[in-house]
């Protein structure tokens, strides 16, 4: 992978309290919905595993992301540190959407990343599981956006 001049702070290497920054500034990211966003806290080239796709580079991180918000409507999603070293940290999640049926879904999964001297993220493995819900079994109801700061976390919600 090459390094980008383009600095992402935190950098590597992480301490914990950076891996949680770096944790709560990608979740933030992802809760804004904009593909565009999103993309430039990645290397140019880097290199995804998401379900059964593999984007490489920007331009498809952004057409991946602008597929997945069209389906996966009013999202929202939770990061919590799993555990870091150096220039990796392993993330677990859940986020919920629903359909444009209106089926109502809970995704849990668990993220792998590796970034760049830069901050940038150079490799991201996600393993991800849906499991059909009722609407009545939600858990996330802030408003669409950056989840509120007093907001439970996945362990404070049982999940």
């Known amino acids: 992978m090459n390094a980008s001049t383009d600095a992402r702070p935190p950098l590597p290497p992480f301490t914990r309290e950076t891996a949680e920054l770096k944790v709560r500034l990608a979740e933030d990211g992802w809760n804004s919905r904009d593909p565009q966003r999103v993309s430039l806290v990645y290397t140019p080239d880097s290199q995804w595993r998401n379900r059964a796709e593999f984007p490489v580079g920007r331009a498809q991180i952004v057409e991946f992301l602008t597929r997945k918000w069209a389906k996966e409507l009013d999202y929202r999603l939770i990061k919590e540190l799993w555990a870091f070293d150096l220039n990796r940290i392993a993330v677990r999640f859940a ?65």
């Open 95 to 159: 986020y919920e959407w629903h359909d444009d049926s209106g089926h109502w879904y809970r995704s849990y999964g668990n993220e792998n990343w590796q970034f760049d001297v830069n901050g940038l993220m150079e490799l991201r493995y996600a393993s991800i599981n849906d499991l059909p819900i009722k609407e009545s079994e939600r858990k996330f109801f802030w408003p669409l956006g950056r989840r509120p700061d007093d907001h439970a976390s996945l362990s404070e919600l049982g999940l």
